[in-house]
């Protein structure tokens, strides 16, 4: 089951800070999960809490990836500890380490 997004904080993912994890981009012809692996780059605050905002305040991941070039959207990204969260990635193009996705909590 996915976590709920609007209960996310940063502090729920900064301990995973290039840890893998596991995204779900479809099934293959047998109905079976295909996922690719990306890895958490970056978590980092991007705005103070305002009044009836996200507590702890909005913030960003950058997750790196070298396995496919993915289309921008909603993906269901899971971590073996924190379970699984739908997010919408959105490709930041090659860098060092792979292809980029940004993903912001608001």
Not at 10 to 31: E, H, Q, S, W
Request: charge should be neutral; hydrophobic fraction near 35%; proline fraction near 5%.
């Amino acid at each position: 089951m996915a976590k709920d997004v609007a209960e996310l904080k940063l502090d729920d993912f900064k301990p995973y800070v290039n840890g893998d994890f596991a995204v779900r981009i479809g099934t293959d012809k047998a109905g079976k999960d295909v996922t690719v692996t990306l890895k958490l780059e970056e978590a980092k605050s991007v705005g103070p809490q305002v009044k009836g905002g996200r507590e702890g305040g909005s913030f960003s991941l950058h997750f790196v990836g070298d396995q496919h070039r993915l289309a921008q959207g909603i993906y269901p990204v899971t971590h073996a500890t924190l379970g699984t969260v739908e997010v919408f990635l959105v490709p930041a193009g090659p860098g060092g380490g792979g292809h980029g996705y940004h993903v912001v909590f608001g």
